[in-house]
Structures are given as structure tokens and as C-alpha cells.
């Protein structure tokens, strides 16, 4: 029985390695980044998320919706906290469908969610070789990276929830020429980091393209990377700081219970020998 479980044990460790090796040939390396939002006590860094949204919205807000951001998201506590009245005017910027209004259209208000850069899946796809460009809301959750064996166990004690971030930004930052011998179709691209190699989006960014306000950050095309999938991981996951400020909380609560629990449990069986 004790060797069968051995023998199990064994058989289960060689075959996790031995499939995280197969895969790492299909995988890339991801360029892990060191975010704000890491570990237990990261927070997001307003700053950041500023930028972040500029270059969503200058770039990417071309092709990409963002469904499930509201403006007035872009002014609560935690986000890029613009004030009530940026939003305002920004959400104003925006004329919205509305069959309530009187042609049918109105302007934006800050409840209003962030309309769509296509009227249609079908006009999203003719104007991008036949892909879709994928609403980015929730992209950050949807995606995430490849670790071989043993180190995502790591991850437990990281508190690591940054894959997504680190996703979008090696996809953002890794286009490359095609290696030799390799045919990139019409409205293709050469991406290393994508799986499969081909993607139908066109390198969105590139040095200087977005001008910050803020000069002393640099204008080029890994700080836009790293600054958008900032932003990205906040759409995602707007609460991710106030969940970990509680998980601690309730870990620290439980290491203090167990410990009078222990106390109390000593004391009622102090008798009994
Ligand atoms: C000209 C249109 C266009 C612009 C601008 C653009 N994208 Fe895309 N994006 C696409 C298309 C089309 C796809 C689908 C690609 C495919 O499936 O091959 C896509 C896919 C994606 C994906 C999903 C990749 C996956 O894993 O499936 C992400 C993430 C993404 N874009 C992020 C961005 C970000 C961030 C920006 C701004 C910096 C941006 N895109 C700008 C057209 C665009």
C-alpha cells in the first residue's frame, strides 16, 4: 500500500515536469514586470493608471470597447480618481444611442458605460481583416501566463494576480520580424509572444506616440505597455486591493483565534490527564 502511494507520488511529479516541458516549447518566456499592484500590500498607483487610461484612450479605443466601465468608474476611490467634473466633461465628449432620446442619440453622462468603437461585431471584423477585436474590460482576468513546474506553486505565497498585466504587456511589446521561411498573410502580424505567432492586430504602439503630460516619464513604447496593461488590470479587477487588505486582515484574525482556541482548549482539559 505505502509503495503503491510512492510509486503514485513519483509517477504524478515526472509527468507534471515531463508535461511542463513539453509545453514550455510552445510557451515563451513571459517578461515578468515588477508592478505597483504586487504582493500583499501592493496598491495601484494613480499616476499610472492616468497614463494608462490616455494611452487607452488615444490607441486602443480605436478598435477596443471597454463594456463594463462606466465614466463616472474613472472618479471612485482606488481608480485613476479624476474629478467629478473631468468626468463629466469627458463623458460629454461622447454622443450615445439612447431610443428614450429624441433623434435616438444623446450626449454622454457619467453613468453612461463606455460605448463601442463599432456599431457591430460585423463592422468590427470588416475593419480589421476579418478579427474581432475583443472588448478589454475584463482582458486582464481572461488571460494570463505560462509557468512551468514548480514555480507557479510559488505564486500561492506571492499573492501573484499580476498575469494578466503581464500578459498584455509582453503582446503589446514582443511584434517582431517573421523568422526566415515563415509567411505572414495580409493583415497578419509577426507577434513572438501571441500564441501561434500570427495576429491580426497591428503593432499599436510605438516611441512617442502618446505625449504625457507629465514629462519626466518616458515616452516610449514599453512605458505605454506597462502603463495600459496597468490600466487594464484595474478595469479587471478594480477591488483586487481592498481583497487583499481583507484577506490579511481575516488571516491575521484567524492566526489569533487558532491561538486563543489552542489557549482555551488547554484549559478546559487541564484536568484530565
Ligand atoms: C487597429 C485596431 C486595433 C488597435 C488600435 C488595437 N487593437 Fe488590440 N486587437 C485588434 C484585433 C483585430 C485583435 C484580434 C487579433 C486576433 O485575434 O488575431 C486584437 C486583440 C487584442 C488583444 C487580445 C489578444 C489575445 O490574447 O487574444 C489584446 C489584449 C489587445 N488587442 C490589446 C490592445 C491594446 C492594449 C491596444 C492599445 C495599446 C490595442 N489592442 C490596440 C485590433 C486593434
Given at each position: 500500500?505505502?509503495?503503491?502511494?510512492?510509486?503514485?507520488?513519483?509517477a504524478?511529479?515526472?509527468?507534471?515536469?515531463g508535461?511542463s516541458?513539453?509545453?514550455?516549447?510552445?510557451?515563451?518566456?513571459?517578461d515578468?514586470?515588477?508592478?505597483?499592484?504586487?504582493?500583499?500590500?501592493?496598491?495601484?498607483d494613480?499616476?499610472?493608471?492616468?497614463?494608462?487610461?490616455?494611452v487607452y484612450?488615444?490607441v486602443?479605443s480605436s478598435?477596443h470597447?471597454?463594456?463594463?466601465?462606466a465614466?463616472?468608474?474613472l472618479?471612485?476611490?482606488?481608480g485613476?480618481?479624476f474629478?467629478?467634473d473631468?468626468?463629466?466633461?469627458?463623458?460629454?465628449?461622447?454622443t450615445?444611442?439612447?431610443?428614450?432620446?429624441?433623434?435616438?442619440?444623446?450626449?454622454?453622462?457619467?453613468?453612461?458605460?463606455w460605448p463601442?468603437?463599432f456599431?457591430?461585431e460585423?463592422?468590427?471584423?470588416d475593419?480589421?481583416?476579418g478579427?474581432?477585436?475583443?472588448?478589454?474590460?475584463?482582458?486582464?482576468?481572461?488571460?494570463g501566463?505560462?509557468m512551468?513546474f514548480p514555480?507557479?506553486?510559488?505564486?500561492?505565497?506571492?499573492?501573484?494576480?499580476?498575469?494578466?498585466?503581464?500578459?498584455?504587456?509582453?503582446?503589446l511589446?514582443?511584434?517582431?520580424e517573421?523568422?526566415?521561411?515563415?509567411?505572414v498573410?495580409?493583415g497578419?502580424?509577426?507577434?513572438?509572444?501571441f500564441?501561434g505567432?500570427?495576429?491580426a492586430?497591428?503593432?499599436p504602439?510605438?516611441?512617442?506616440?502618446?505625449?504625457?503630460?507629465?514629462?519626466?516619464?518616458?515616452?516610449?513604447?514599453e512605458?505605454?505597455?506597462?502603463?495600459?496593461?496597468?490600466f487594464?488590470?484595474?478595469?479587471?479587477?478594480?477591488?483586487?486591493?481592498?481583497?487583499?487588505?481583507?484577506?490579511?486582515?481575516v488571516?491575521?484574525?484567524?492566526?489569533?483565534?487558532?491561538?486563543?482556541?489552542?489557549?482555551?482548549?488547554?484549559?478546559?482539559w487541564?484536568d484530565?490527564?
Open positions: 500500500m505505502f509503495r503503491k502511494t510512492i510509486l503514485g507520488a513519483v504524478f511529479v515526472a509527468m507534471a515536469v508535461g516541458m513539453a509545453q514550455a516549447q510552445d510557451n515563451p518566456h513571459t515578468q514586470q515588477s508592478w505597483s499592484f504586487a504582493g500583499v500590500f501592493g496598491t495601484y494613480q499616476n499610472q493608471l492616468r497614463r494608462g487610461f490616455q484612450r488615444e486602443c478598435c470597447g471597454l463594456e463594463f466601465i465614466f463616472r468608474n472618479s471612485e476611490p482606488g485613476p480618481r474629478s467629478e473631468q468626468v463629466r466633461a469627458l463623458a460629454a465628449e461622447f450615445i444611442a439612447d431610443e428614450t432620446a429624441t433623434d435616438g442619440r444623446r450626449e454622454g453622462v457619467p453613468a453612461d458605460r463601442n468603437p456599431p457591430s460585423q463592422i468590427a471584423r475593419s480589421n481583416s478579427a474581432f477585436p475583443p472588448d478589454l474590460s475584463l482582458m486582464a482576468k481572461a488571460r501566463i505560462h512551468d514555480w507557479w506553486i510559488f505564486t500561492y505565497f506571492t499573492a501573484y494576480q499580476e498575469a494578466g498585466a503581464d500578459y498584455i504587456y509582453n503582446l511589446t514582443r511584434y517582431t517573421a523568422p526566415e521561411g515563415v509567411d498573410p495580409v497578419q502580424y509577426y507577434n513572438d509572444y500564441a505567432h500570427l495576429i492586430m497591428a503593432p504602439l510605438s516611441d512617442g506616440i502618446v505625449s504625457y503630460a507629465d514629462e519626466s516619464t518616458p515616452q516610449t513604447m512605458q505605454y505597455a506597462r502603463d495600459v496593461s496597468a487594464l488590470q484595474w478595469t479587471a479587477d478594480p477591488h483586487m486591493v481592498d481583497r487583499k487588505a481583507t484577506g490579511f486582515k488571516i491575521l484574525f484567524l492566526i489569533v483565534l487558532s491561538i486563543l482556541m489552542y489557549l482555551v482548549k488547554r484549559r478546559i487541564r484530565v490527564h
